[in-house]
């Protein structure tokens, strides 16, 4: 095979995409892996039968049905969707992220958000080409609501994210600073759609959800991958149909798959058991910010997560001591100057947390 001559890939391959690094996921093999949000809890043993059944029975050299009708009017009905309002299913709300930038892609348009954030937004605008405004939290990491009125007077964005609780602080916005944004995104100095990401929605127990009918220019984003099903891929945004529609012109017609599809179904039948596991990882969340909060010199950020910001005194040195002892986390800190010496770790299993919180307190010491 001939050697690939780069300045072919140089000719073919944006500029902007050669320069970026891979995304990286760290190798978890061994480790008590407490970097990602993922629900240590799997299905208890009887439901993972009567799943392994349901499965055995779906058509696999059958295309998906178009749409995916059933699992939408399952996810209406579960996760209670205003009546009037529509869901579009994407491959876990990252692939909802791109169509919402591939179809806002006009010629200079933007998008905006608060940083720190969800990275995605940012990734996912500059693929489609269109222009990312990072607008600061402030220092405790609220919403600065003047700024971001100022920004989206500046920019007019098209799109306006706002993550509910963020990620990677954790923290849920001030509601009233979040409707001033919606309110102000109805014009005149901006005409933005604002999408309100919820992605941690049953860790929260805040929705954006029930108020989907008072506004024209909202839509709640959510995914099954924080509450027990990241393997699967499933996403769902929320909102008015004449928007969902235009979106859905830009959707990969098959994006949800067969096994996807048959799995959601079959969980959120058992939507109990979720709910469950969500509020014994809420119980978790609390005692480890306890925990933690009393070791000295380290700051534990309240969240709405199934996660916890911690800023310690050298982030970059307890993140390698928490490895050497087996426990990965994430270091944040290089994310943004807000983020100086910040972690996040999942919050887990009982057992996990204390291993984890056994390590920490080493690690600080050593
Ligand atoms: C994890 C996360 C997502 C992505 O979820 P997937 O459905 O797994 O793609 C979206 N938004 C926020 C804020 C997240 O933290």
């Known amino acids: 095979m001939p050697a690939v001559d780069p300045t072919l890939i140089e000719r073919i391959v944006r500029d902007d995409v050669r320069a970026m690094g891979a995304y990286h996921v760290a190798d978890s093999h061994g480790l008590v892996k407490l970097d990602a949000m993922e629900n240590p809890y799997g299905l208890p043993d009887d439901l993972r039968r009567e799943l392994a059944a349901r499965l055995a029975d779906v058509a696999l050299n059958r295309y998906p049905v178009p749409s995916s009708a059933a699992l939408r009017a399952s996810l209406r009905s579960v996760m209670k969707v205003p009546e009037g309002m ?13 169509i919402l930038s591939l179809a806002a892609a006009k010629p200079g348009a933007k998008v905006l958000a608060p940083v720190p954030g969800f990275v995605m937004y940012a990734m996912s605008a500059q693929f489609a080409g269109l222009e990312f405004v990072g607008v600061p939290l402030r220092a405790d990491f609220t919403l600065d609501r003047e700024a971001m009125l100022a920004a989206m007077a500046e920019h007019q964005p098209a799109i306006v994210y706002l993550a509910y ?48 009918p008072e506004f024209d220019n909202l839509l709640v984003m959510r ?137 920490f307190a080493a690690s600080l010491q050593d």
């Open 165 to 212: 609780p963020n990620n990677p602080t954790g923290n849920l916005f001030d509601e009233a600073d979040m409707e001033a944004i919606v309110r102000a995104a109805r014009g005149p100095a901006s005409r933005s759609l604002v999408v309100v990401d919820e992605a941690y929605q049953p860790f929260a127990q805040h929705s954006w959800m029930p108020r989907l």
């Open 223 to 359: 995914t099954v991958s924080k509450l027990g099903l990241a393997g699967i891929r499933l996403g769902y945004l929320a909102g008015p149909p004449a928007w969902l529609e235009q979106f859905d012109k830009v959707r990969p017609p098959y994006n949800v798959n067969v096994l996807t599809e048959a799995t959601a179904l079959f969980v959120l039948e058992h939507a109990d058991v979720l709910d469950a596991q969500a509020e014994q990882l809420r119980a978790e969340r609390a005692t480890v910010a306890a925990a933690l909060a009393a070791l000295p010199g380290v700051t534990v950020y309240p969240s709405a997560a199934n996660f916890l910001l911690v800023r310690v005194p050298d982030a970059a040195k307890m993140f390698e001591r928490l490895l050497a002892r087996k426990v990965l986390i994430k270091n944040v800190s290089k994310m943004h100057a807000l983020l100086a010496n910040c972690l996040r770790v999942t919050v887990s299993t009982p057992q996990e947390n204390a291993q984890f919180l056994e390590a």
């Open 86 to 98: 529509d869901v579009l299913l994407g491959n876990g709300s990252d692939e909802l992220i791109s």
